[in-house]
């Protein structure tokens, strides 16, 4: 749904130009200050995330997110609809760590990556909403688009509300799983928290880092000392740099996507619309497929493989961006586009599950509020760069998006270079994380 309201403004953008007299900049801006509030809000919501029931606390933020939808299509200025926004971006910041935490302790660890698959796709068929239903009606009308959009928060919520509240540290997966822990009391206190990767690097003897195992119990961390103990392990950090550079492309792209699809291509807004609609659609295979071939080559004891599919991923997407963005012809940009947002989309779910196998289960949930926190000020200066750098710097109109594209570029470079270096460092963080979850059940 978050992902439906950014495409759905950055489809809105030609008539909320005309209604409120903004430029792209402003456009921009309104997605900005959405992601840095949910950036600031992530952290706070990283610490819930660990000690509060999840699933009551996520419908509460829906109905709330749901509210400020139905308030932004009210407002009849710019400073009002920046003030939607504000709020917007303080209830999204629950969803990152809240549902990393639920799919850690619903799913066996064998699983993770095909369902983070899954709550990706979900994302992108948001965003492909976004561009495809509510933003033709935003053409017609952006207040109806975003009241469209607020109807389903409600029912979403009283589903999430009625949901099972798991135990934590993946205790319900493991028991689901049938995979009765071979350590384990008469009151089921002393589950193995192990996942795959971390029982694999067990097996072939691999050496933690003395200096980042966690003797103390994980629940008694402040946010402070949980923050740094969390920025220490190096595979985490590099991961959340690969995370934020593709993310900030894909922010750009969903905000500016229609109007340089549309400028470079030389094709209407409907079509335009079905040409991202397509794209999306490799989005999608590319979100099922990344997570299900990352958790096959961890299930055959390749155990880089979900750091593998996400450095090849990006790589394979960093080439076929580029005769994308230069080539004048939507027939012949669409099967480059196309691949490469299966590509993009690929690498994400294989990274969101390893970063599960370096992380003790405890620390789920502030973990993910950490990330979120520094992914998201990536994609909260995106769409005003994009929009800042085009008008700017490169003067606007169709060259002025072409040349930004191409330009920004660089940051999913970094991200490639990131996430090879994660290779490296990967299997010693994940025989750590192994190392810290059996102290902690001593």
């Given at each position: ?65 749901g ?86 928060a409600?029912?979403?919520a ?29 009151s ?13 690097a ?24 949980a ?34 699809v ?25 979100v ?57 989309s ?31 000020l ?41 996430l ?23």
């Amino acid at each position: 749904m978050s992902s439906a309201d950014t495409a759905t403004v950055g489809a809105a953008a030609t008539p909320l130009r005309h209604a409120l007299g903004i430029s792209n900049t402003d456009i921009g801006l309104l997605v900005t200050v959405t992601s840095l509030v949910a950036a600031v809000a992530s952290l706070p919501f990283g610490v819930l995330a660990d000690r509060v029931r999840r699933t009551r606390t996520l419908a509460f933020v829906i109905v709330v997110w749901g509210g400020a939808m139905i308030w932004s299509a009210t407002v009849s200025t710019f400073g009002a609809l920046l003030l939607t926004r504000v709020l917007l971006g303080a209830v999204t910041a629950a969803a990152g760590p809240l549902v990393a935490s639920l799919v850690g302790d619903y799913f066996p660890a064998m699983e993770r990556g095909r369902v983070y698959g899954f709550v990706l796709a979900g994302e992108l068929v948001g965003a492909g909403v976004g561009f495809a239903v509510t933003g033709d009606i935003a053409a017609l009308s952006w207040r109806a688009a975003f009241v469209l959009l607020a109807i389903p928060a409600f029912v979403l919520a009283w589903l999430i509300f009625r949901l099972h509240e798991p135990a934590r540290g993946g205790r319900d997966a493991l028991l689901a799983a049938n995979a009765p822990p071979p350590e384990a009391d008469a009151s089921g206190d002393d589950v193995d928290q192990s996942t795959d990767a971390q029982r694999l690097a067990r097996e072939r003897g691999l050496e933690p880092d003395p200096a980042l195992v966690l003797v103390e119990d994980p629940r008694r961390l402040r946010l402070l000392a949980a923050t740094r103990y969390i920025l220490r392990i190096r595979t985490n950090v590099v991961l959340i740099l690969a995370s934020a550079g593709g993310y900030f492309f894909l922010a750009g792209v969903q905000t500016f996507g229609v109007e340089f699809v549309t400028r470079q291509y030389g094709i209407d807004q409907a079509l335009g619309t079905l040409v991202l609609l397509v794209v999306g659609a490799g989005g999608v295979a590319g979100v099922l497929a990344g997570g299900a071939i990352g958790d096959l080559l961890l299930h055959r004891g390749f155990i880089n493989g979900r750091i593998l599919v996400g450095a090849v991923a990006a790589t394979a997407a960093f080439v076929l961006f580029v005769p994308a963005i230069f080539t004048h012809s939507a027939s012949h940009a669409l099967p480059y586009i196309t691949f490469a947002a299966l590509a993009l989309s690929a690498q994400n779910p294989p990274i969101d599950a390893a970063r599960l196998d370096i992380m003790v289960p405890l620390l789920w949930g502030r973990a993910e509020g950490v990330r979120t926190f520094l992914r998201t000020l990536a994609q909260a200066v995106a769409p005003v760069t994009f929009g800042g750098v085009s008008d700017y710097v490169f003067g606007g109109g169709r060259s002025g998006l072409q040349w930004t594209f191409a330009l920004m570029l660089l940051p999913l470079g970094g991200s490639i270079f990131f996430l090879y270096r994660a290779l490296r460092t990967y299997p010693g963080d994940i025989a750590t994380a192994a190392a810290s979850a059996q102290a902690g059940q001593s």
